[in-house]
């Protein structure tokens, strides 16, 4: 139903497709196939028919019965061909990380800079809020990399 919607530079694996769920799982290098295809089946279960699907508007369709339910567009999968692709999470930054000064020096409990303590990269926090514009994690990563190198330098 949505495979259209992929855009062309998330393609960047070959896809796998099957006739059947239970076919698709059966190729995919995962541990439980049993249960990955139990997961699929609580899915569907979950989930209502879409009408009139647009993926730009939020349409409420919720599962409700799952462990983590989906808050919106949980389409069931009930049309072939079922289509998977291979997948790599990465970590661009933490939204949770350690709070540091404009000097790249860690923050204690106390409000205070730890001595001889500092970071960069995807262990900072606070930054940003919910969201981050595209680029400013590798950007933040450069440029207090530079001064946390340079502070730690100097304070040695």
Known sequence: KTVHLLEGRYQT???ISADTLEALVEQLDIDD???AVTTLAQYNEAA???QGFDPSRK???ATKSLGINKSNWALKLDQ???VAYSATGGITFTFGGLKIDEQARVIGTDWRPIPGLYTCGEMVGGLFHDNYPGGTGL???AVFGRIAG???ATAS
């Open 80 to 82: 072939p061909p079922f």
């Open 13 to 15: 694996s070959e896809p």
């Open 48 to 50: 209502r028919d879409a």
């Open 59 to 61: 349409d409420g369709l």
């Open 139 to 141: 950007v933040s990563g």
């Open 33 to 35: 196939r049993p249960q």
């Open 150 to 152: 340079r502070n730690a």
